[in-house]
């Protein structure tokens, strides 16, 4: 007996002779099934589209930011209360390095109880600097070195635990909790991968702190610490900052890495894998993104001809900080409309063109730009009437403008 090949369009091109044939009925219903099981994983997929192309991690939460601006290039549970570890010990420099000189002697009380975990070994009656014991805490985790400094800036744990809070909540913390200075797992201490960017991004502007945190080795008050945070060796561009480990909180990992320019900041908690979870997250950024940085002190956009006054010119900055992360899959244009000459008096801050930010068409930010300095009128340069009269014309009108424009990448 022969089968013929199943065919559901009969020679009518209908396809009811498909229900008179108990097979061919079966196939259509399992067809349908495979069909709507392939569009439900489809539209369940959709939401996550903004990350496609973004790196899978470890860790049950994670950020990573510009660290500069704060802007969020990837998040997964970044405002969940979790168990930080010894991550807690940079928001305790932080607080050490506001409060105390880092040349100060801090001797070591003859009561002076032990601390249990990591250690930089501290003796009862030993005397070394606030220097000596920020290297301790954050190079070897020491958490003696963090209970030595806490007691040292406020006399007791519990008080300085009221610091740390009252710090974090000034930089924006709203997942955060701190009952001590070393992150041994205690009940109410705890932060969230957000929160401890935040700290971690104001830490980072503290020289002396950058200048610790990016040390690989070093030999103080006769120890020899080697730093815990192996992307300084493995990751390129890392300058920093803590690790973090208990049984309960897993691995916790915070740093820093700084390339082309761009500085970012990266954040896992309760991650496995996280030094392969920060290297590739890092790989992917600053493969992904670029950063253009306005700051006030820093930029300046030229200078622009000054008549009649004491100087011959004067400079031209920003009014304004601005950070802006930007794709590389996009179009960036930067546009300078910048006064051809002003006319003095020149007062500070005047206003003198504008800069304009500009990301596949449509403006981002824009940017008044100002005089760096003041001007004053010089009546011994002589005018002729013409030249007065232009003067006095030109005062109360828009003066020319020149345009530039450039792309970034």
């Known amino acids: 007996m022969t089968t013929e090949p199943f065919n559901c369009i009969n020679n009518k091109g209908s396809l009811f002779s498909a229900v008179k044939n108990p097979c061919a009925l079966t196939r259509i219903i399992r067809t349908f ?26 860790a049950q939460a994670v950020i990573l930011i510009e660290a500069r601006g704060g802007t969020v290039l990837y998040e997964k549970n970044a405002d969940n209360p979790m168990l930080i570890a010894s991550t807690t010990k940079i928001l305790t420099a932080l607080i050490v390095l506001t409060h105390c000189d880092v040349n100060e002697n801090v001797v070591i009380k003859r009561d002076f109880s032990p601390v249990e975990g990591s250690s930089m070994y501290l003796k009862p009656g030993e005397k070394l600097t606030v220097r000596d014991l920020l290297y301790g805490l954050l190079l070897a985790s020491g958490n003696d070195a963090a209970a030595a400094l806490a ?26 909790h701190f009952v001590n200075p070393h992150g041994l797992d205690q009940e109410g201490h705890y ?12 830490a980072m502007k503290n020289k002396t702190f950058c200048e610790i945190v990016s040390t690989k080795h070093i030999a103080v008050a006769g120890r020899s610490f080697k730093n815990h945070n ?10 920093g900052i803590k690790t973090g480990f208990t049984e309960s909180a897993g691995r916790s990992l915070v740093s820093c890495a700084e390339r082309g320019g761009m500085r970012l900041i990266c954040v896992t908690l309760s991650a496995p894998n996280d030094w392969n979870d920060h290297t590739n997250l890092y790989s992917w950024a600053f493969n992904e993104f670029g950063c253009y940085y ?7 956009y030229g200078r622009i001809l000054v008549i009649s006054g004491s100087k011959s010119n004067v400079s031209v900055h920003p009014a304004e900080n601005f950070v802006y992360v930007y794709p590389h899959s996009g179009k960036t244009e930067l546009k300078q409309d910048i006064k051809k000459f002003v006319y003095a008096p020149v007062l500070k801050n005047e206003k003198t063109g504008m800069l304009t930010i500009i990301n596949n068409g449509k403006i981002i930010k824009e940017i008044p730009l100002i005089s760096g300095e ?36």
């Open 33 to 58: 099934i495979v069909f709507n099981i392939i569009l439900a994983c489809i539209m369940t997929c959709l939401p996550c589209a903004e990350a496609l192309g973004t790196p899978d991690t470890s």
């Open 151 to 176: 007691l040292h800036v406020s006399g007791s744990l519990e008080a300085f635990a009221l610091l740390m809070n009252e710090q974090a909540k000034e930089l924006g913390c709203q997942h955060s």
């Open 191 to 202: 932060s969230s991968a957000r929160d401890l960017s935040l700290i971690a991004s104001a």
């Open 230 to 239: 192996k992307l300084l060796w493995n990751c390129p561009g890392t300058i």
């Open 294 to 300: 306005v700051s006030v002190n820093d930029c300046q």
């Open 374 to 409: 003041a001007v004053r009128l010089d009546k011994s340069v002589p005018l002729s009437f013409f030249e007065m009269l232009k003067w006095s014309i030109l005062h109360q009108r828009k003066l020319p403008v020149i345009h530039y424009s450039y792309y970034i990448y």
